[in-house]
C-alpha cells in the first residue's frame, strides 16, 4: 500500500494558476502511474489526468486539455498538477490516486484502475 499527501489547493481567481503536489511514500513510488481526480459536492468523483509510471505517457479530460499538466518526478516521490487558466467550474476537491498495478504502459482514466488515494485538496476559483 502507498500513502499519498496532496497540498498546493486554495483559493484563486479566474484565470490564475496553482499547482498541486502529491507525495507517495511506502511503495516503490517510480513503479506505478498516478493520477488526478476530482469531485464536487452531489457528483460522482471525475477523473483529471494520469501519467504512465516512467512519465511517457499522459492523459488528459476534455475539460482540462490545454489548460493543466501532469508530471512527476521518481527522485522526490511525487506527482504534480499544474493548472492554469483555471475556471470557477474547475472548483472541487482533488484526489490524488496511484494505480493498483505496476509498470502499465499506457493510461487508463478509470476509478477501478486507482488502488490508493489521498485525503484531497481544496481548489476554489472565484469569477
Known amino acids: 500500500q502507498v500513502q499519498l499527501v496532496e497540498s498546493g489547493g486554495g483559493l484563486v481567481q479566474a484565470g490564475g494558476s496553482l499547482r498541486l503536489s502529491c507525495a507517495a511514500s511506502g511503495r516503490t513510488f517510480s513503479s506505478y502511474g498516478m493520477g488526478w481526480f476530482r469531485q464536487v459536492p452531489g457528483k460522482e468523483r471525475e477523473f483529471v489526468a494520469a501519467?504512465?509510471?516512467?512519465?511517457?505517457?499522459?492523459g488528459y479530460a476534455d475539460s482540462v486539455k490545454g489548460r493543466f499538466s501532469i508530471s512527476r518526478d521518481n527522485a522526490k516521490n511525487t506527482v504534480y498538477l499544474q493548472m492554469n487558466s483555471l475556471k470557477p467550474e474547475d472548483t472541487a476537491v482533488y484526489y490524488c490516486a496511484a494505480e493498483n498495478l505496476p509498470r502499465r504502459p499506457i493510461v487508463i482514466a478509470t476509478m477501478s484502475n486507482f488502488g490508493s488515494w489521498g485525503q484531497g485538496t481544496q481548489v476554489t476559483v472565484s469569477s
Open positions: 501519467i504512465t509510471w516512467n512519465g511517457r505517457n499522459t
